[in-house]
């Protein structure tokens, strides 16, 4: 029995994109996931609890990602999905033909695999203020396996 080998399958459940969290917990400007999508808060109504028990939230939040409006409603007693949303810096290196960029990060390494935002104004401002040979410092926000640029600012000329 002991000389057999034990072959065990590992499998990402995704539950480290994501932590429970009380439906009545969670209030405007935080973070919750509706219809498997990381959501930032908007706005939180609770209703009173009725005949049959449970006061219920109904929340109105916008994807992170999309900017699409998504609602839900859930028993404030009940858990929910919170995204773990992380915002990290990188310096612009290039923009390539096929619409990557090329980022630095904080131990020197590049980082190539991120697109282009698909904001016309943050997409205008990147290409102009590159082209003019300024420094540029782009946030990036990432939640649940997905990464999108949301933010830029200009350090200067070179």
Do not use: W
Not at 7 to 20: M, V
Not at 53 to 58: I, T
């Amino acid at each position: 029995m002991s000389d057999e080998e034990h072959h065990f399958e590992s499998s990402d459940a995704g539950a480290s994109k994501t932590y429970p969290q009380q439906a009545g917990n969670i209030r405007k400007g935080g973070y919750i996931v509706i219809k498997g999508r990381p959501c930032k808060v908007v706005e939180v109504s609770t209703s009173k609890t009725g005949k049959h028990g449970h006061a219920k939230c109904h929340f109105v939040a916008i994807d992170i990602f999309t900017s699409k409006k998504l609602e839900d409603i859930v028993p404030s007693s009940h858990n929910c999905d919170v995204p773990h949303v992380n915002r990290t810096d990188y310096q612009l290196i290039d923009i390539s033909e096929d619409g990557f960029v090329s980022l630095l990060t904080d131990n020197g390494s590049t980082k190539d695999d991120l697109k282009l935002p698909t904001d016309e104004a943050l997409l205008t401002q990147l290409k102009t203020g590159f082209e003019e040979g300024k420094d540029i410092v782009v946030s990036v926000m990432s939640a649940m396996g997905e990464e999108q640029m949301c933010a830029l600012k200009e350090v200067g000329p070179k």
